[in-house]
Nanobody, 123 residues
């Protein structure tokens, strides 16, 4: 069964850091570009970041540039999103998705989605 599983979400204070992970089972992430998306209550889902198949290309939403870093460890079949200097407006459910493509984009369809992990930034 092809599956993406996010983990690492939780409650963190403003200014804090959190790393969320996206692990694949049943397929090899080497052949997929990966995107991170988020959806806050009452808002539409938005793209946060994505990484190319090789890891050499990345993109970030303007709202997270300089604070978030996406990277992948193909040996572990896992992609990570390191989130620093978190703000209350970063509160959302974070989803990872895989796309059978070399290049990444936050504005196209994805083939597989995880179930999401909750990130809450609050004092």
């Amino acid at each position: 069964q092809l599956q993406l599983v996010e983990s690492g979400g939780g409650l963190v204070q403003p200014g804090g850091s959190l790393r969320v992970s996206c692990a694949a089972s049943g397929f090899n992430l080497d052949y997929y570009a990966i995107g991170w998306f988020r959806q806050a209550p009452g808002k539409e889902r938005e793209g946060v970041s994505c990484i190319s198949r090789s890891g050499g290309g990345t993109n970030y939403a303007d709202s997270v540039k300089g604070r978030f870093t996406i990277f992948r460890d193909n040996a572990k079949n896992t992609v990570y999103l390191q989130m620093n200097s978190l703000k209350p407006e970063d509160t959302a459910i974070y989803y990872c998705a895989a796309r059978s493509s070399y290049y990444c984009s936050m504005y196209t369809s994805y083939d597989y989605w995880g179930q999401g992990t909750q990130v809450t930034v609050s004092s």
